[in-house]
């Protein structure tokens, strides 16, 4: 196959562009475009051959794209709109102004792009953004495929559920597959995070958890085709840990609501862009003191009357957050990613919430391009 020309649209800090290098496929990003200051350092940082533009999509004048001449686009437009959280402003939201502006061009390039990506956040199916996206394609003459997937389908031990939209221009396609949301993903990907409830005993329910939950974390944790966190952790000497260690206030405050999770466990939550700054839903803490048992630590917490006492027991577990290092490991970044020195961990942490998994994303674009 000839290398093909790849437009990167929002591209952050590169996790597209990762995944296509991983694909071995041959290709160029003969430009990539975003305008966070921040992420455009970090990309350039990584792929300082990359022309990287930093401008508003909106702003860019059809002529200029054309000039490109790219075979696929690479997407993952902004997901607040979208989010099951947030207001889900979804077309209304001036933040999907650039997106419906791709879709505006789209039809008027004047060679489609063969191949067209696209990632978002759970909640996009629902949307009306997506409707005018599948009439776009449909007007333009692709197929197009959609699945949810999770990281843990590919063995990664991080929940990252994430809805992605595979188009490919009919003159290359064999078949339209439309979205049904039990349809399986493509062939070397397993379906998305399933949860039973014929598992063992969850044990005793020391935290604020739902039977339920603790239930699926017990699956989780059994599930062998997962690896597990150990493999994605910096070797020790490495961390700095008391930069990373869960402050007190925060153990005291949010104990109960924390992910924690061990070494051993094949599981973690998403790790979001308030990671390391907010505790709730924003991504997993390590154990890091294995010779404590968790179970008895929270038992005793619930028997303490007094904040210090409470702290000592939690302290036991020396809990930490995960590097970003480790983050991206998670994430699928290869080892030859990295920051520019000067990246604050807060900011590391943000641009990687925003990010996608690589080795997903790798996946289904082998299943695009070279099915
Ligand atoms: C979900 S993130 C994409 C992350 C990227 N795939 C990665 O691997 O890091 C969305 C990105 O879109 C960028 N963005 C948002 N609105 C934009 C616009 N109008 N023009 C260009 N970039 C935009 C943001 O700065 C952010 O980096």
Redesign the pocket.
């Known amino acids: 196959m000839e290398t093909l020309r790849v437009l990167e649209?929002?591209?952050?800090?590169?996790?597209?562009h990762y995944a296509l290098k991983q694909t071995g496929i041959s290709a160029d990003v003969v430009a990539a475009?975003?305008?966070?200051t921040t992420?455009n350092q970090i990309y350039k940082h990584n792929f300082p051959d990359t022309p990287l533009w930093n401008?508003?999509?909106?702003g860019i004048p059809l002529d200029e794209l054309n000039g490109l001449c790219f075979d696929v686009i690479l997407m993952?437009?902004?997901?607040q709109p979208f989010t099951r959280l947030g207001l889900q402003r979804d077309i209304t939201d001036p933040?999907t102004?650039?997106f419906l502006y791709i879709l505006d061009l789209l039809p008027r390039l004047s060679q489609l792009p063969r191949f067209i990506l696209l990632?978002n956040v759970k909640g996009f199916e629902s949307s009306s953004a997506r409707q005018c996206l599948v009439e776009t394609l449909t007007k333009c003459g692709y197929t197009y495929q959609e699945v949810m997937v999770s990281p843990t389908s590919v063995g990664i031990p991080n929940s990252r559920l994430r809805y992605f939209l595979m188009a490919k221009l009919s003159t290359l396609a064999h078949s339209k597959k439309s979205f049904q949301p039990s349809e399986e993903p493509p062939s070397r990907l397993s379906p998305v995070d399933s949860l039973t409830e014929e598992n063992p005993s969850p044990g005793f329910l020391y935290k604020l958890e739902t039977t339920t939950e603790v239930l699926r974390k017990v699956n989780q944790n059994m599930d062998l085709s997962v690896r597990q966190i150990q493999d994605f952790l910096e070797p020790e000497e490495n961390v700095d840990i008391e930069q990373y260690l869960v402050p007190h206030k925060t153990l005291l405050r949010y104990a109960l609501i924390l992910d924690i999770v061990t070494p051993v466990c094949r599981r973690s939550v998403c790790f979001t862009k308030g990671y390391g700054r907010y505790v709730e839903g924003t991504g997993s803490v390590l154990q890091s003191c294995m010779e404590t048992e968790m179970e008895s630590v929270f038992k005793h917490v619930d028997q303490c009357s007094k904040d210090d006492d409470k702290l000592q027991q939690l302290l036991k577990l020396k809990l930490r957050y995960f590097t970003p290092r480790e983050v991206a490991n998670l994430m699928g970044f290869p080892k030859s990613f990295s920051f520019p020195a000067q990246i604050p961990i807060k900011q590391r942490y943000k641009?990687l919430g925003?990010?996608?998994n690589v080795v997903v994303v790798a996946s289904l674009l082998q299943e695009l391009i070279s099915s």
């Open positions: 649209l929002y591209s952050g800090i590169g996790g597209m475009i975003d305008i966070n992420a401008r508003t999509i909106e993952s437009p902004p997901c933040r102004k650039s990632e641009v925003n990010s996608l």
